[in-house]
């Protein structure tokens, strides 16, 4: 794989102690790259929990402020959206499970430390799609700025509706019915999820997937996900995931049978690879033999790891070399190749380069 010579932020989350030895322009370099990869705020935490704040010198030292002080507010925020989320589908008749960060914000994780939001995903039950909907959207939230186009495409193959935008506070709904579209590859049962949801004690109503599920949800939406400004920060949360969860020691049986219960060994197999590499957490090696059989063949492997070394890093200029271009590129592939069959895939994006550009309605002036 690519050394981590040049991604200085992997090396400080592997070994917090080196920043003690960090000269100005390599905090400086570090703060870029932290930026880049949405992980200031966790990094400061991180260093704070080695007894190393105050090794972060004065000039630098109010970017991880800033940094913490907005996951702060963010997760205050979470908290207030799973309350109003709560009150607006309380005639569901199902359980809000919510997903990824904001999961770990209502469940209190470790993963929860540093962590900032986009938006918050929730999964409903299939059939209960046209309810959940309609009951969020008297509660403010409406599907916007997307083309007719890609609201069919949401409705039609995705595992979710159009993302929802409130109209007076502006937070993101994603609302699942499954955690990989209708067209993939591979078909985890919703149901199975579901079925081991987790109360959260704190928010009664609120329900969280079992730890094993949440590993694997995250695992499967890395390396799915075609676009990966923020992939090392999602291995960061399953770095604290796992370690947390592997504090049970039939924790590891558990992870690797479940995954393949859910068809998603593939996607654990490469999570935990490219979270040795990275992050070096600690994954047994058994574990990593027992999902030696469904590892690709060499030759895909050393793709994998060409692309994956390359696109995990932070997204700036620093941590690029010649082919980071070409590994994003394909990447992006091979995401959109798992999701859907080629003769959907090849209209989509047909569709996407040269159809869509010129749809898009033009912004008021």
């Known amino acids: 794989m690519t050394p981590l010579s040049r991604n200085l932020l992997s090396r400080t989350l592997r070994s917090p102690d080196i920043a003690t030895r960090f000269s100005m322009s390599e905090w400086d370099m570090l703060v870029r790259q932290a930026r880049a990869a949405g992980l200031l705020a966790r990094l400061a935490h991180r260093l704070r929990q080695h007894g ?3 090794a972060i010198p004065a000039v630098a030292r109010w970017h991880f402020d800033a940094a913490e002080t907005l996951a702060d507010k963010q997760q205050t925020a979470v908290h207030w959206e799973l309350q109003q989320l709560r009150a ?4 569901l008749g199902s359980p809000l499970i919510v997903l990824k960060g904001a999961a770990y914000v209502a469940a209190n994780l470790p993963a929860a430390a540093g962590r900032l939001f986009n938006d918050i995903d929730i999964l409903v039950p299939r ?5 959940a909907e309609s009951a969020l959207m008297l509660a403010g939230w409406h599907a916007s700025g997307l083309s007719e186009y890609d609201k069919r495409y949401y409705r039609r193959w995705m595992h979710e509706i159009p993302p929802m935008q409130h109209v007076q506070r502006a937070t993101v709904i994603d609302v699942h019915h499954a955690i990989l579209p209708d067209t993939a590859r591979y078909h985890p049962d919703s149901a199975k999820l ?9 928010l009664p109503g609120v329900y969280v997937l079992a730890a094993e599920d949440r590993i694997l949800h995250s695992a499967t939406h890395l390396f799915h996900d075609g676009e990966l400004p923020h992939g090392l920060r999602d291995l960061t949360d399953l770095d604290l995931l796992l370690r947390d969860a592997a504090e049970d020691r039939d924790f590891w049986p558990r992870l690797t049978a479940r995954a393949d219960e859910l068809q998603l060994s593939r996607s654990l197999f490469y999570a935990l690879r490219y979270l040795r590499h990275f992050l070096d957490t600690p994954v ?7 999902l030696d059989v469904v590892a690709p063949n060499r030759a895909t492997l050393a793709l994998m790891d060409r692309i994956f070394s390359r696109v995990l890093a932070p997204d700036h200029a620093s941590c690029a070399d010649t082919f980071t271009p070409a590994a994003r590129l394909a990447a992006f592939v091979r995401a959109h190749w798992l999701r859907m069959p080629a003769h959907l895939l090849i209209p989509h994006l047909f569709h996407k380069a040269f159809i869509s550009p010129y749809q898009r309605t033009p912004k008021p002036a």
């Open 52 to 54: 190393l704040a105050a």
């Open 127 to 131: 059939e209960r799609l046209p309810q």
């Open 284 to 290: 047994p090696d058994g574990v990593m033999a027992t």
């Open 194 to 202: 579901r079925s081991r949801a987790v109360a959260v004690e704190s």
């Open 88 to 91: 607006a589908l309380a005639g």
